[in-house]
């Protein structure tokens, strides 16, 4: 028996280890679905911790591991750590078990095709096509579209930019319908990049703007900030000055209720280019050290690039000759492929090149400069007059424009739908609350035994009434059921109610349908009788009150019942005030009377 003790705990240990190991996977699956974040947005930095949490388990598998790396790169993209983050995904993607048809896959390829996108490396064409392999409209949708706009904006240099920009238009016309505005803010960024590409900056401005508003409706954290950055640079390449310096107050606001290392970066460097453009040297020198600060807190090569450009810049408008030099020495060490695309094709910058070299008197220099600025120049003359490019341009903006709009009427057209059928839903509750409330109202003035007005509803509406026409008067009649016990007992002592209905019946069946009839008393009926002659009313009384005693006379089994009424009636000639007071005296003199008659 002692023996068999250590595997009868060892075997009841494994049985409760199951269940929890379980439950331990799914609180991990649990975790990796909260921080999953669409390709074209960033997740909440709140969820940073509890990711971190998880990966540090030694429990989770090795696919778990997996799907928490390829969330973990996402928020330190987000947070411009490229190179980690891309170094993280590389030697994840190199593991032999992990499922290659799970979205953390599809992710992680997207997510290395970006962090090269980013520093404008060609090796990022062939991670977005496997991206865009590995997913489909249907099977992680957002990577597929993210992946299939990065391959027609950078990767198709080989085809002609109509064909680009209609591939983009039918992105934007598949997810118009039912697109959310992240995946429509993504679509429209791309097609600004495409402007951007032929020069057409006004109209990239346009589509930037519009997607940073609709990414402000869902995007989080530094991705509020990414779009306005390319508006702003399109819309001083424009010259709209102005606009663009009212993004820059925007951006500015976002970093401080955002305030990561990327936005703050990103403010800085809008703020510098501004600057630049402008000419505004001593602003451009005032705000360098935070540039210069945020660029190292993101460890960007591109941002400590543009410092140095701009140090060079202030340099030549002081005319700091040796400073030039030391710039040029320092960008002439470099190889070639450190300097990025955007600096030898930027023509602010091939300017700028001209003109430190004329500064010096080294004409050479210069001469060789401004034929890279001629080229340049000429190259972007041409593609900008290339009427295909236009024409291209001109037919998307217009399409855009067309789908944009029916996109806006429809939305119109279901926002009038919507409040329509609530005007019509609040009209009918209102309706139907007012007939509820009639018939709430009605029942509670009715009388349950008679179905006459109780005493308190035959009141209220006597004091409603207006003052008679000269020569007619207001005539109220109280009848008083003296003998009603007495008709109850031949008739059976359960039959009172159906004694009170009978009665009413008949004191209903003689008078009219604008005469005011209810039960007064538990052994009395009141009857009100407007804008009617004195002698009339007291002729009609009578004949109720002979209806009423001969109420039971054709019932066969009344055994000559007979109804003994008493009547007291009250004429006023003008509008009645007071009324309770004059039928609590009426009510005292018939009480006399029947102590009188009982006497």
Known sequence: ????????VFSFL???????????????????EKVRTPSYDCPSQALLPELESALALDSITSQQRFALIAAKSQFLICRGKYE?????LLKAIMQNDIDESSYAFASAIYQIGFSYDARENPARCKYYQQAQDLSSPERHSDIFTSASLGLISYCSESTSPEIRLGKMFGVLKRYSGNG???????????????????EQHALAAEQYLKAHEMGLQVYEGSNKVSIIISAIVSLLSSGQIDRAYQSILELSALNNEIDTPLTNFLYQY???????????YNSLAYSLPDLEEATANISSSLGKLLVDWHK?????????????????SRVQSMSDDTIPRVFKSNLDYLSFNVSMYIALEDLDSAQIAHNTYSKEV?????????????????????????????????????QNTLYTAVIIFVLLSSITGYVLRRKHLARKAIDPVTQLLNANSAIARIN??????????????????????????KMGSTKGDAVLRKMAQTLQNVTRGNDILGRFGTEQFILCLHNIEERSARQFFDRVQNALDNTFENNVNNNHIVVESQMSVFIANEKITGLNDILDDIAMSIDMGNRANDK
Request: contains cysteine; charged residues 25%.
């Open 378 to 414: 000429t190259k972007r003359r041409e593609q900008t007059q290339d009427s295909s490019l236009i024409i291209g341009a001109a037919n998307l903006y217009t399409r855009i424009y067309d789908l944009e709009s029916a996109i806006e009427q429809a939305e119109v057209r279901r």
């Open 1 to 8: 028996m002692f023996h068999r003790l250590p595997l009868t």
């Open 312 to 328: 060079a810049e202030i340099c030549l408008h002081k005319n700091d000759l040796n400073c030039i030099k030391q710039y040029l």
């Open 180 to 198: 959310s505005p992240g995946e429509l803010a993504h679509i429209h960024n791309s097609i600004g990049l495409l402007y951007g590409d032929l």
């Open 14 to 32: 494994s049985l409760m280890l199951v269940p929890f190991t379980a439950l331990a996977n799914n609180a991990i699956d649990a975790v990796i």
């Open 270 to 280: 809008a703020l510098s280019i501004y600057y630049r453009k402008t000419q505004d």
């Open 464 to 489: 409603k009434l207006d003052a008679p026409k000269k020569g007619r008067a207001i005539a109220i009649a109280i009848f008083d059921i003296s003998n009603l016990r007495e008709i109850t007992r």
């Open 84 to 88: 980690e983050a891309e170094n993280m």
